[in-house]
T-cell receptor, first 112, second 117 residues
Framework: DAGVTQSPTHLIKTRGQHVTLRCSPI?????VSWYQQVLGQGPQFIFQ???????GRGNFPDRFSARQFPNYSSELNVNALLLGDSALYLC???????????FGPGTRLTVT | AQSVTQLGSHVSVSEGALVLLRCNYS??????LFWYVQYPNQGLQLLLK??????LVKGINGFEAEFKKSETSFHLTKPSAHMSDAAEYFC???????????????FGQGTILTVHP
């Protein structure tokens, strides 16, 4: 079975631009979570979606938004990019909210 | 709120030696605990988890961890290090149903493991 997939793998954007990151969960998984991992740090929780509804939000500004589609795939959107948004963005899926999460390979975002 | 502290940002061992990576957690409700491994330029791979039941849990690649409630610890061990174990390891805590942070993982800062020949 395919694992969690994310696209694109790498992305370079300019300050002030907008970016959309995509995630496809493991087949059968209904929960998707997003994490930001800045170089040298552990991942930080951004959002969790379960059954297409937002079920949790981390301490991130409103420039960050996300949604989950009927097929349980998800998009993370970041508006008005800042240099500090440069990070590895990880998507994780799980079969339910309290179950173990399986991570994708991540999208490396560089903001210049 | 939950938090995780990993003692030692870098640990270096010789091949064949014991691996011990330390993790202490803080949680106001019974925690779920996880260890993940991250190889360079990759995502995180689940090594093992503790939710309820047996406090000594075994994971992949010969790793195991013991949940000690009295010490609020969940240290990761492996009896004999292999060169392929060189990576960054993250301890994470979550809470079960009913907790306000249900399903959210809170990670430690990570420990980079180096294995010398």
């Amino acid at each position: 079975d395919a694992g969690v997939t994310q696209s694109p793998t790498h992305l370079i954007k300019t300050r002030g631009q907008h970016v959309t990151l995509r995630c496809s969960p493991i087949s059968g998984h209904k929960s998707v979570s997003w994490y930001q991992q800045v170089l040298g740090q552990g991942p930080q929780f951004i959002f969790q979606y379960y059954e297409k509804e937002e079920r949790g939000r981390g301490n991130f500004p409103d420039r960050f938004s996300a949604r989950q589609f009927p097929n349980y795939s998800s998009e993370l959107n970041v508006n008005a990019l800042l240099l500090g948004d440069s990070a590895l963005y990880l998507c994780a899926s799980s079969s339910g909210r309290g179950y173990e999460q399986y991570f994708g390979p991540g999208t490396r975002l560089t903001v210049t | 709120a939950q938090s995780v502290t990993q003692l030692g940002s870098h640990v270096s061992v010789s091949e064949g030696a014991l691996v011990l990576l330390r993790c202490n957690y803080s949680s106001s409700v019974p925690p779920y605990l996880f260890w993940y491994v991250q190889y360079p330029n990759q995502g995180l791979q689940l090594l093992l988890k503790y939710t309820t039941g047996a406090t000594l849990v075994k994971g992949i690649n010969g790793f195991e961890a013991e949940f000690k409630k009295s010490e609020t610890s969940f240290h990761l061990t492996k009896p004999s290090a292999h060169m392929s174990d060189a990576a960054e390891y993250f301890c994470a805590v979550s809470v079960g149903a009913g907790g306000t942070s249900y399903g959210k993982l809170t990670f430690g800062q990570g420990t980079i493991l180096t294995v010398h020949p």
